[in-house]
């Protein structure tokens, strides 16, 4: 795709046009009728297991039992999420560390991207290619997961710390590219040139500057990477012990593995004892609750970043 | 060197800018690249930490990889690339699909539902989505047993029969990626001319002519751009899906291991560092040459889009 491609995309709103340009060439009636039915199911089919979820999340708990999950349950319940609000010390820890880790490192991402990708930006900046070169390379070769994770724990001593779930994450290659298109079209250079006639330094010229004119491409990656860190479990997976340290996506899965343990060792386990530990697990309900309370934010706030996330998406495949 | 250091210090400012994802890269990125000798290694964990631990393990020449070739590397490899081909074929041709059929709804209103709904699933992580499908696949309470229960048919014990797996991971990676991949087609058929279809209107073409003469055509470069950078990434997979997804059952890792999942696994029980690490080394190294390969073949089709 091309830039100017690109910029038309842009430039058109999606609602305001269609191909063609104009309503005389329209799809046949049954034509237009067929391509609803195939997007509509299949965007029926999209959403429709989180419906089911939020529906098994508010059916009683016996009726889940007697009858399995229902669309159409016999009786509904609020219990679940009763018993969330009441008794739910682990969500709302790991609801905390969520929110932590997705406002620090988003914030620490953007900071150190942004600074990187403007100065890889700058045609006067002597060592622009080395450090394009680097940061691109990584995205061709990597280590693989084995020496990463002997860095992590054995030069780095991340397991266990809640640096394991930020650092990670917060530098990638390819926002850096998306940021360096950025900076590249929407910063003109003379405007840099004139505010350094005008005595400011690197940084004064970034952040009053460079960084308010590029704001559209600061937005996207910070939703980039406020969803990576929302949405991320696998730095959990791997160093996470801790469960004071679990983010929302982690406990969720934990929650799910300790049942399917008790589920399949229930026989070497001894059953008073057992009782006890499956009475003390939420049940079948509170558990789909908990997904809907892990979704919730993400379904909310996803139509207003959708633009945005769109954008960078077409950006980052424009190569200077 | 009068002029190196004269260099360094008319761009210091800058150079101060790059520093913190200097060592990010240095830290996460080269240092594990370096580690990858681990492959060639018999690696034992020393209280040093990690580069005494690299320096300080015996070499063992390509033991790891004889190993790894005589156990498991013939099926994850098998199922990595069977499973990306399949992805590939699938996802370009449901995203061309929709992304063309987007365009082609005449309600905008509607449309823009369409593609916000389609669009979801890309925005939930792999545990979620597990979840969201455990309540169609749980063997005694999920949705598919309890309409085959009513149809007088045998419950399913979807987490133990591989049969229907490779079908519900390639219908797992389409609900996914659907609506990605028809955004970016979308993007690319927005940015056709639209006096080309002015002109094949008065020439009275109908819609199907205009798909199959203009639309595809105009879409054949950016189908090619994605699918060659796609090979290139044929010895990846998403970790989630076929980790997460199946509940990381056993009964199923005949269908549903690959080397991403294998080196976790590796990783996790420590059973054989070496080996697991011959793996990664074996996934990076395929991955690069296929990267150049493709990056190639993209320099030869159409030199604008090249990565470099």
């Known amino acids: 795709m091309t830039r100017s491609e690109i910029n038309r995309f842009h430039n058109d709103d999606l609602r305001k046009r269609r191909v063609g340009g104009n309503r005389f060439n329209s799809l046949p009636l049954g034509g237009e009728i067929c391509a609803h039915l195939m997007v509509g199911l299949f965007s029926f089919l999209c959403v429709f297991p989180f419906a089911f979820v939020i529906i098994i999340s508010f059916t009683d708990e016996k009726m889940l039992v007697e009858n399995g999950y229902r669309l159409f349950p016999e009786k509904w319940s609020l219990a679940a999420y009763k018993y969330i609000v009441s008794s739910g010390e682990q969500l709302l820890q790991s609801y905390f560390i969520t929110i932590f880790i997705t406002i620090v490192g988003t914030l620490m991402g953007v900071l150190m991207m942004g600074m990187f990708s403007y100065a890889i930006s700058r045609s006067t900046f002597r060592y622009k290619n080395f450090f394009t070169f680097m940061a691109v390379f990584t995205m061709l070769f990597n280590g693989g997961l084995v020496p990463y994770y002997m860095v992590c724990t054995q030069l780095l001593h991340l397991r266990d710390t809640i ?3 930020i650092l990670p994450l917060c530098v990638n290659a390819f926002y850096i590219v998306v940021l360096r298109t950025f900076f590249k079209t929407m910063v003109p250079e003379s405007v840099i040139e004139s505010a350094k006639i005008d005595g400011a330094n690197e940084l004064r010229i970034f952040f009053q500057i460079a960084a308010p004119i590029a704001k559209p491409g600061i937005v996207t990656i910070a939703l980039f990477l406020t969803l990576g860190y929302w949405n991320d479990w696998f730095q959990a997976l791997l160093f996470i012990e801790n469960n004071k340290l679990y983010p929302v996506q982690y406990m969720l899965k934990k929650l799910e593995s300790s049942i399917e343990f008790i589920y399949m060792y229930s026989g070497y386990i001894d059953p008073v004892k057992r009782v006890e530990i499956i009475a003390s697990l939420p049940t079948e309900a509170v558990r789909m609750a908990m997904v809907v309370l892990a979704t919730g934010p993400i379904i909310f706030a ?10 960078g998406l077409t950006v980052g495949a424009v190569k200077e | 060197m009068h002029n190196v250091i004269r260099n360094f210090k008319k761009n210091k400012e800058l150079l101060f800018m790059v520093l913190p994802v200097t060592v990010w890269l240095i830290l996460f990125s080269y240092l594990p690249m ?11 964990i020393h209280k040093n930490g990690f580069l005494y631990s690299l320096i300080y393990s015996k070499w063992v020449g390509l033991k790891n990889f004889e190993y790894l070739f005589k156990t498991d590397a013939w099926l994850i490899t098998r199922n990595t690339i069977l499973y990306n081909i399949v992805f590939i074929v699938t996802g370009l041709i449901f995203s061309v699909t929709f992304a063309i059929l987007l365009c082609e709804v005449a309600n905008r209103r509607l449309a823009k539902f369409y593609q916000t709904t389609m669009f979801l699933p890309h925005f939930l992580s792999w545990v979620v989505v597990g979840y969201f499908f455990y309540g169609f696949l749980s063997i005694d ?3 598919f047993n309890q309409i085959l229960k009513i149809m007088g048919k045998e419950p399913v014990l979807w987490y133990s029969d591989p049969s229907p797996w490779p079908f519900i991971l390639i219908f797992m990676n389409l609900w996914k990626g659907t609506g990605y991949g028809s955004v970016v087609y979308m993007a690319a058929i927005m940015g056709i001319d639209k006096t080309y279809y002015e002109a ?5 073409a109908s819609k199907w002519q205009q798909i199959k003469h203009i639309t595809l055509p105009m879409l054949k470069p950016v189908m090619i751009i994605l699918t060659v950078l796609a090979l290139g990434r044929i010895f990846n997979s998403d970790f989630g899906l076929f980790y997460q997804v199946p509940r990381d059952s056993g009964a199923l890792y005949d269908v549903t291991n690959v080397i991403d999942t294998f080196v976790f696994r590796g990783l996790r029980t420590f059973s054989n560092i070496g080996m697991t690490a011959a793996a990664g080394f074996y996934q990076s190294i395929m991955g690069f040459l296929l990267v150049l390969i493709s990056n190639y073949i993209i320099n030869k089709i159409d030199s604008e889009n090249a990565l470099f």
């Open chain 2, 34 to 44: 370096f580690g990858i000798v681990i492959a060639f290694k018999d690696y034992k």
């Open chain 2, 200 to 204: 094949a209107m008065l020439d009275g």
């Open chain 1, 302 to 311: 996803y139509p207003f970043f959708q633009k945005y996330y769109v954008r």
């Open chain 2, 141 to 143: 309470k999920g949705f």
């Open chain 1, 163 to 165: 640096w394991a779930l």
